[in-house]
Nanobody, 116 residues
Framework: QVQLVESGGGLVQAGGSLRLSCAAS???????MGWYRQGPGHKREMVAE???????IYAEHVKGRFTISTNNAKNAVYLQMNNLKPEDTAVYYC???????????WGQGTQVTVSS
């Protein structure tokens, strides 16, 4: 099991910035960590991900605005979000994939609301 605890969501005006943090309970057998989001009436989608095999991946609509990073000593992953837009409003979920079966683990979600 990998437990994920997120923090950092909130309300911000368009053009503003937020930083999300996610701490994992362990790093053994974790080979990918990232952020997904689910907006109202939308399916959950990948925002950014770091994998040991493929490096860093971003969704097209956040490239140049969002930056994902990790702190291996703290088993943590971060998402710096700049130039936020109202369409970025969503619940953001931390994700980790671990083990031989590639099991997905999810955080509880943190709300990000961008006002226009």
């Amino acid at each position: 099991q990998v437990q994920l605890v997120e923090s950092g969501g909130g309300l911000v005006q368009a053009g503003g910035s937020l930083r999300l943090s996610c701490a994992a309970s362990r790093s053994q057998m974790v080979y990918a960590m990232g952020w997904y989001r689910q907006g109202p009436g939308h399916k959950r989608e990948m925002v950014a991900e770091i994998t040991k095999s493929s490096g860093t991946i971003y969704a097209e609509h956040v490239k140049g605005r969002f930056t994902i990073s990790t702190n291996n000593a703290k088993n943590a992953v971060y998402l710096q979000m700049n130039n936020l837009k109202p369409e970025d409003t969503a619940v953001y979920y931390c994700n980790a994939r671990a083990g031989m079966m590639g099991t997905n683990y999810w955080g509880q979600g943190t709300q990000v609301t961008v006002s226009s």
